[in-house]
T-cell receptor
Framework: DAGITQSPRHKVTETGTPVTLRCHQT?????MYWYRQDPGHGLRLIHY???????DKGEVSDGYSVSRSKTEDFLLTLESATSSQTSVYFC?????????????FGPGTRLTVL | KQEVTQIPAALSVPEGENLVLNCSFT??????LQWFRQDPGKGLTSLLL?????REQTSGRLNASLDKSSGRSTLYIAASQPGDSATYLC????????????FGKGTLLTVNP
């Protein structure tokens, strides 16, 4: 699992509340990514980071923000959650050395917005 | 914009059968292609990575091929087992994209004992 953990693993929240998901890695990976997975859409990139304080938007970034103040943590924030953001969220890292061209995924966070 | 398509969306086979999963992509300027496996309610497990300069990669009973010019990849699974039942996802990294993956929607494979 390349030392990737996500927290929380499950969360139920209400529309309009802020939510922050955390991705933590222990192996000094430079690149980190947030994806969401939805039936009928597959996995889509939300935001990614290519270093501390270096982030950029993905395909479905509206309604989401990210921060990366240290190498090991990449936070995804829903400023005001909506029902359309009910999804499974995956964090990924780009490997290193012989695995530099691979991405490895965390276990996911299942978010339900009521 | 890169688009990735996987056919079929679902496949059911008897145990022991050899099978092929298909992946196609619209922009042939890819950096590499990665096949993943996803079990229900779980994360993604990387199976095989094919660099753009390679034609195929093998790992155990799995063999993945890549034909960039035609925008196609196949994942061949030999002697399928019930434990192979999962969703298989194909993803590509397009050139100059800061290493972002574009995914297909997956093929749900069921291997019946």
């Amino acid at each position: 699992d390349a030392g990737i953990t996500q927290s929380p693993r499950h969360k139920v929240t209400e529309t309009g509340t802020p939510v922050t998901l955390r991705c933590h890695q222990t192996e000094n990976h430079r690149y980190m990514y947030w994806y969401r997975q939805d039936p009928g859409h597959g996995l889509r990139l939300i935001h990614y980071s290519y270093g501390v304080k270096d982030t950029d938007k993905g395909e479905v970034s509206d309604g989401y923000s990210v921060s990366r103040s240290k190498t090991e943590d990449f936070l995804l924030t829903l400023e005001s959650a909506t029902s359309s953001q009910t999804s499974v969220y995956f964090c990924a890292i780009r490997g290193q050395a012989s695995s530099y061209n691979e991405q490895f995924f965390g276990p996911g966070t299942r978010l339900t917005v009521l | 914009k890169q688009e990735v398509t996987q056919i079929p969306a679902a496949l059911s086979v008897p145990e022991g059968e050899n099978l092929v999963l298909n992946c196609s992509f619209t922009d042939s300027a890819i950096y590499n292609l990665q096949w993943f496996r996803q079990d229900p309610g779980k994360g993604l497990t990387s199976l095989l990575l094919i660099q753009s300069s390679q034609r195929e990669q093998t790992s155990g009973r799995l063999n993945a091929s890549l034909d960039k010019s035609s925008g196609r990849s196949t994942l061949y699974i030999a002697a399928s087992q019930p434990g192979d039942s999962a969703t298989y996802l194909c993803a590509v990294v397009s050139g100059g994209s800061n290493y972002k993956l574009t995914f297909g929607k997956g093929t749900l494979l069921t291997v019946n004992p």
